[in-house]
């Protein structure tokens, strides 16, 4: 038996992690309440954390920050 060392990029890399979690954890289009207890969307994504919070609200909804703080918070 041979092993085989495969280099991948760095979006590579980064698809297959996305791909891995999301078949662990599932990918949900929705907040929900993870085995933690935080409130988590996607797959995984922690919307506890102020970085991840305000990515999401961002990227999905266009909400920035400064904009509704009562929706970061």
């Known amino acids: 038996m041979s092993l085989e060392l495969h280099e991948l990029s760095e979006v590579d890399y ?6 891995i979690i999301a078949n662990i ?3 949900k289009k ?3 309440i ?3 207890g935080y ?9 506890h954390e102020d970085f991840v919070r ?3 609200l961002d990227q999905l909804f266009g909400i920035r920050g ?8």
């Open 39 to 47: 409130v988590t969307i996607g797959a995984g994504f922690n919307l």
């Open 25 to 27: 954890e599932g990918d």
């Open 34 to 36: 993870d085995s933690e």
């Open 66 to 73: 400064n904009d509704h703080r009562e929706m970061h918070q």
């Open 30 to 32: 929705y907040a929900y």
């Open 54 to 56: 305000d990515l999401v």
């Open 14 to 19: 980064n698809a297959l992690r996305y791909e």
